[in-house]
Antibody
Framework: QVQLQESGPRLVKPSQTLSLTCTVS??????????WSWIRQPPGKGLEWIGY???????YYNPSLKSRVSMSLDTSKNQFSLTLSSVTAADTAVYYC???????????WGQGTLVTVSS | QSALTQPASVSGSPGRSITISCTGT?????????VSWYQQDPGKAPKLMIYAVNKRPSGVSNRFSGSKSGNTASLTISGLQAEDEGEYYC??????????FGGGTKLTVL
């Protein structure tokens, strides 16, 4: 059974960079036709897709966040990561990592981690 | 504002059926059979309920079904049960993004 777990700082100061890591167990991130994805959910609001990184390292980001987002793979640790720069209070959200097939079939999710942007 | 439009809330009595609509455009739902639906309980991660418009993952009850007509996708839950309460999100492949979500629909079982 594939499992994903997010980790990283829970509190980030405005204008700084948010960094999260997703550790995958039960399968290799470097094999299979999978899109390793990040989704976020502001408190009390809906889901917002952030982007994905494919096992080849190719990426695709939400156009609304593209200028601030970067994703990477660490196959030696079976992890993938998200960085979001120049954060503001509007970036406060629960951040989820997920494994997708055919881009939009988000079949496995992490439990999510709340990241608060505040001074 | 979400790319896909869902009703904010729907409700139904136990044993009855409800349908949640998800309206998009020719750039997403209308052009691709890549619509998925997710159920989210408070404080939990979303759970995949339907993919590729009308397919159910292993373990999901056959009371859940999906369909699509034009630019609108629908999720139908038959034989409503109390455990079906929660928030439901539609999702589609889109030429603009490529992943867009609906704003979510809160299902209440009366």
């Amino acid at each position: 059974q594939v499992q994903l777990q997010e980790s990283g700082p829970r509190l980030v100061k405005p204008s700084q960079t948010l960094s999260l890591t997703c550790t995958v167990s039960g399968g290799s991130i470097s094999s299979g036709d999978y899109y390793w994805s990040w989704i976020r959910q502001p408190p009390g609001k809906g889901l917002e897709w952030i982007g994905y990184i494919y096992n080849s390292g190719s990426t695709y980001y939400n156009p609304s966040l593209k200028s601030r987002v970067s994703m990477s793979l660490d196959t030696s640790k079976n992890q993938f990561s998200l960085t979001l720069s120049s954060v503001t209070a509007a970036d406060t959200a629960v951040y989820y990592c997920a494994r997708a097939t055919r881009v939009v079939i988000l079949e496995y999710w992490g439990q999510g981690t709340l990241v608060t942007v505040s001074s | 504002q979400s790319a896909l439009t869902q009703p904010a809330s729907v409700s139904g009595s136990p044993g009855r059926s409800i349908t949640i609509s998800c309206t998009g455009t020719s750039g997403d739902i209308g052009s691709f059979d890549l619509v998925s639906w997710y159920q989210q309980d408070p404080g939990k991660a979303p759970k995949l309920m339907i993919y590729a418009v009308n397919k159910r993952p292993s373990g999901v009850s056959n009371r859940f079904s999906g369909s699509k007509s034009g630019n609108t996708a629908s999720l139908t839950i038959s034989g409503l049960q109390a455990e079906d309460e929660g928030e439901y999100y539609c999702c589609s492949y889109a030429t603009s993004s490529p992943v867009v979500f609906g704003g979510g629909t809160k299902l209440t079982v009366l």
